[in-house]
């Protein structure tokens, strides 16, 4: 007979509650001494996943660097965002360059400090999927490759939402953007196209490579902090439902980051130095459909004409998921 | 100390003094001795503390050095031609940021068709970008304004590009009088930034800005390089005080007190003019030189007082304006604005083509007849350029032109250059 742990979890979730856990366990956000590196008032659209993403992951690297954190930022929603001058929410060091040199600017910051031997204060360089895995990738790899003392976090919403909702290399197939429009034969994201990035970090050897969704604010901090713990270059990759790119209701970020990873479409795993460490565990995979379904993106799949085959394309694609990163729970013997 | 070395040699050592804190590498000729020279330093131990990167690109050699100078780093790179081209997006970010980089520029062409020898269009293709931009005439001044240049760009908290020609002066090996430690210690204090990223004070750094001020941010960058004008000959002044010889300033003359016709020129071929002109001298000519060391902010004033006595200026440039003639005339033109005197371009030694004497001599003498027309092409061979532009007429699909052009010439011809 197999021992199941007793667990507790909030209503509907299956996050474990702040209160039942013991303090040090608790989320940095529960603490009434919480950093709050990015303050309230920036302009992010309601319901944003990258705002909700950077408040946890930046305050998590603060809490575990004691508050010795500088911050290099991509031009993006989330330098736009925060930042127009004279206005600023980063309560923290931080400096946007461009959009595609954050890597390597957050390299350049990391190696002033080494030089004048601040090894307390660590580096984090942040960016969307579009300033990440497109225009950014060069410095990106680069970075990575070095083993640069930097924690890169991209903040993936499947394209350039800042532009107008345009195709990056992490759109997903199928999905309708300004630029994947939904006509033709075969509307939206073409299929065999794009790149997962964690994937690639990790082909890098590089000490720490994890991903994390917004519905899991307690993993995504969890994986901060043991980023924090370690030297060398390290990346994180959160997928941040986006409501305007998606067309989703704002109060639905959390759900819709909860069924990209219960069905399987976004694996959320920690590898070290090039190897899978552990993953979040799917209970009981859903139906793609579930997910797709209430994002406009992708209603051109159902509507009178079903695209059963387009639906099935991404199914099979999610069952891959389950498979390669061994997503299923395993059930009692 | 005397010492007869290569002129990247002279300008690593140079560097080196000048005790910079993160150097990034990315390699393109001819700038990579420098780098090799400054990446051996490191390595061994005898330039410390300094943290050497070799990046995956330009674009990341200027970022690195962003990011480094913001956290309050003294930042340094070399690079050249295309590599300056392909790092232009974080070139102009790193003086809209008000980073004090310094930055030698080994001129070279720009393709295509690619070519690796020396001519200023990759400096000048910057020119607009917010750098102070300097150009050496020998490797002396090559290495000495690089000194000046850490001085300058902290000083003003706005990046300096010190421009030397490729292979001319990188890669020729002559005497250079090397500074001690303690003079350039004299000479240059600790950078203490105007802003920095720090945990105890942060600050965001580089943030959006709009119509209601963005023209203010931008009059004040042309501001600071105005000041710049200001202060550069008092850091020249300061420079000879400490190391005991001229080095830098706005410009240069040479035998144009009473002179008819000047020659404008910057860089290295500055040598080859002035002995022309001795020449020319010794026959009775009434010629001289203004050479130009600062070209951004550009020293009009002084360029002016240096000009308006002559009757004609003859303004010869290693760039092209393409479609409209020079580039360093144009910049010669606003300093002679209203005065009446002919003015002369001459296009010359692009992509490394020889300026010799012989040239020289012949093309002075015609601008004293003002025989001249107003944009000229040193040494251009017109049998080519005619012969392809009868083939385009003849065939549309004429093919690719620079291999016409060698087909036409065959590769003996370049013995002649």
């Known amino acids: ?333 | 100390m005397l010492k007869q070395t290569e002129g990247s040699r002279a300008v690593a050592e140079a560097v080196a003094l000048c005790r910079p804190e993160v150097i990034c590498a990315y390699p393109i000729s001819p700038q990579t001795h420098i780098v090799e020279a400054l990446g051996e330093m490191v390595k061994d131990g005898s330039l410390a503390p300094c943290e050497f990167i070799n990046v995956e690109s330009e674009f990341a050699a200027m970022s690195v050095a962003i990011g480094a100078s913001a956290a309050g780093a003294r930042s340094y790179t070399a690079t050249a031609s295309q590599g300056l081209l392909y790092m232009a997006e974080a070139v102009y970010n790193a003086s809209g940021l008000g980073l004090p980089i310094v930055m030698t520029v080994a001129n070279r062409s720009i393709g295509a068709p690619i070519n690796i020898w020396n001519d200023h269009s990759d400096a000048l293709s910057q020119r607009d970008s917010g750098w102070l931009q300097l150009f050496a005439e020998t490797n002396q001044e090559a290495l000495d304004l690089h000194i000046q240049a850490f001085r300058l760009a902290e000083e003003l908290s706005l990046p300096v590009m010190v421009c030397m020609d490729g292979f001319i002066l990188t890669h020729a090996y002559e005497r250079v009088d090397m500074p001690t430690q303690a003079q350039v210690d004299a000479y240059l204090p600790t950078y203490e930034p105007r802003q920095v990223l720090d945990p105890a004070d942060p600050v965001s750094i580089g943030a959006m800005v709009g119509p209601e001020a963005f023209m203010e941010v931008r009059y004040l960058a042309h501001a600071k390089q105005l000041q710049a004008l200001q202060r550069i000959p008092a850091f020249a002044a300061e420079f000879r005080q400490i190391f005991g010889r001229d080095s830098g300033g706005l410009t240069h003359t040479y035998r144009s007190e009473d002179a008819e016709t000047i020659i404008v020129a910057m860089g290295s071929v500055l040598g080859t003019i002035k002995d022309v002109v001795d020449e020319m001298r010794e026959e009775g000519h009434k010629i001289g030189v203004l050479g130009i060391t600062l070209f951004r902010p550009f020293p009009i004033a002084r360029v002016r007082e240096g000009l308006q006595g002559a009757k004609r200026v003859v303004v010869l440039e290693k760039s092209m304006a393409i479609g409209l003639g020079g580039i360093l005339s144009t910049n010669v033109r606003m300093a002679l604005s209203g005065l009446h005197m002919h003015g002369y371009t001459v296009i010359a030694g692009l992509g490394g083509r020889a300026i010799t004497k012989k040239s020289l001599h012949g093309l002075f003498r015609e601008a004293e007849q003002d025989a001249l027309e107003s944009v000229t092409f040193l040494d251009l061979d017109w049998a080519m350029v005619n012969k392809q532009l009868e083939r385009e007429k003849a065939h549309r699909r004429s093919g690719p032109v620079a291999e016409n052009l060698l087909r036409d010439v065959g590769i003996v011809a370049a013995r002649n250059y």
Not at chain 1, 178 to 190: D, F, L, S
Request: charged share 20%.
């Open chain 1, 1 to 333: 007979m197999s021992f199941q742990p007793v667990k507790f979890y909030q209503t509907g979730t299956f996050t474990v509650g702040n209160r039942l856990l013991p303090p040090e366990e608790r989320s940095v956000q529960a603490s009434a001494r919480r950093f709050n590196s990015i303050n309230s008032g920036h302009r992010a659209c309601q319901g944003c996943g990258e705002a909700l993403g950077a408040r946890y992951a930046i305050d998590a690297a603060m809490e575990a660097a004691d508050g010795q954190i500088i911050a290099a930022n991509a031009t993006g929603c989330l330098e736009v965002f925060s930042t127009p001058y004279p206005e600023t929410s980063w309560q923290i060091p931080w400096i946007h360059s461009l959009f595609g040199n954050t890597a390597a600017v957050a390299t350049g910051v990391a190696a002033a400090l080494k030089v004048k031997g601040k090894r307390d204060v660590r580096v984090v360089a942040q960016g969307g999927d579009g300033g990440t895995t497109d225009i950014g990738f060069g410095c990106l790899s680069g970075m990575f490759e070095r083993n640069d003392d930097v924690l890169y976090i991209c903040y993936d919403n499947g394209g350039y939402m800042n532009t107008g909702v345009q195709r990056s290399s992490a759109t997903p197939p199928a999905a309708r953007t300004a630029t994947t429009m939904a006509v033709g034969p075969e509307p939206g994201n073409v299929f065999g196209q794009g790149k997962f990035v964690p994937a690639i970090a990790m082909a890098h050897d590089i000490p720490y490579v994890a991903t994390a969704t917004v519905a899991d604010l307690r993993d995504l901090e969890a994986k901060v902090s043991r980023a924090m713990e370690i030297r060398g270059a390290r990346y994180i990759h959160i997928l941040v439902p986006c409501p305007l790119g998606w067309g989703t209701a704002s109060h639905d970020t959390i759900r819709m980051a909860r069924l990209a990873k219960e069905t399987g479409i976004f694996p959320v795993f920690e590898a070290e130095h090039g190897e899978i460490k552990s993953v979040l565990t799917i209970r009981r995979p859903l139906p793609v459909e579930e997910y797709l379904r209430p994002q406009k993106r992708y209603a051109h799949l159902f509507g009178k004409n079903p695209a059963v085959e387009t639906i099935a394309h991404i199914q099979a694609l999610a069952d891959r998921n389950i498979r390669k990163y061994r997503l299923q729970a395993r059930r009692g013997s």
